[in-house]
C-alpha cells in the first residue's frame, strides 16, 4: 500500500498553490509535512481528503485514482483526517462523535435493528465498546458522556484524531494537531501519535511545531512556494542549507530585516540598547 501524488499541481485562478509535486508515502511511517506559512502543506492534505479539487497531476492509494471520486468516496477507501479548527458536533457527547463514524458503514442494516431489538442492543453495545476502547486510548474514557462543546481544549483535539480512527483508516491525515496546545499536552499528543504508528497505515502530519516534527516523524517532506523542496529523514533536513534558506532567508534578507525594525524604531522614537 502507497500513497503516491504524482505531479500534482493546484491553482486558484493566477495563484499557483500547489506546483508539479510528486512524492509518495509508505506504510508503517509517520511522514511530517513542514514549510513557511503559505508553502501549500495544507493544500496538499485537502486535496487528498477531497476537500479540494485537484487542478493537474494523480492522487493513488494501491495505484486506484484517489483524485476522480467524490469526498464520501475517498472517506470510504480509507482516508481520514482531522483539521487545523477543530470540528466536533458540540452538542452531542464525546462517544456520540464517535459512534457516528459508524453509519456509513452500517446505514444498509438499520432495518435490521429497527424490527429485531436483540440485535440492536448487541450492535449498540458493540459500538459502544469499540469507542469506548479509542476513548481509554486517549485518556478521554472520563468524558465519555460530556458534550464535546464543554471539554478543554486540549481534550478536544484528542477527541478529534480519537473520531478519525474509528473506521480504522489506511491513511491518517492529521492537519496541525498540536495547533494551540501547551507543552504538556504536546508532549502527551506525540506519545499517542507514536503509539499509533502501524505497518497497515499511512500517517502524514502537517504541523508547525518543530520539535514534535523532529521527534515524531521518520520522513519529512519540506515545502516551499507550492514546491517539494526537500525530503530526508528528521537530521537530514535540519542539516538541508535550502530548507535554513527556506526558513530563515539568506544572511541579505536578514540583515534587511534588521535594518527595516531599526528603522521603524527610530520612527517611533524607540530606544535601541546598545550591545556590550
Known sequence: MTLVFQSLRKVYGEVVAIDDV???????????VIGPNGAGKSTLINMTAGSYTVSSGSITLD?????????????????ARTYQNIRLFDQM???????????????????SEVIWPPYANAQRRRRREKCMEILRFFD?????????????????RMLEIARALVANPRVLLLDEPAAGLNHHET??????????????????VVEHDMDLVM????????????KLLFRGTPSEVQASTDVQLAYLGTANDIDDIRAAAQDRRAQLGIRTRRRS
Open 140 to 156: 478521554l474514557q472520563g468524558y465519555a458522556d460530556v458534550d464535546a462543546g464543554g471539554l478543554p481544549y486540549g481534550r478536544q
Open 63 to 79: 495505484g486506484k485514482r484517489l483524485d476522480k471520486l467524490k469526498k464520501y468516496q475517498i472517506a470510504n477507501s480509507g482516508i
Open 215 to 226: 521527534t515524531l516523524c521518520d520522513s519529512i517532506i519540506v515545502m516551499h512556494h507550492g
Open 93 to 111: 457527547s464525546a462517544i456520540e462523535n464517535l459512534e457516528v463514524c459508524f453509519y456509513p458503514a452500517e446505514v444498509a442494516a438499520a432495518w
Open 187 to 204: 508532549a502527551e499528543l506525540t506519545a499517542k501519535l507514536t503509539a499509533l504508528r502501524s505497518p497497515d497505515r499511512i500517517m502524514i
Open 22 to 32: 510528486s512524492t509518495d508515502f509508505a506504510p508503517g511511517m509517520i511522514h511530517g
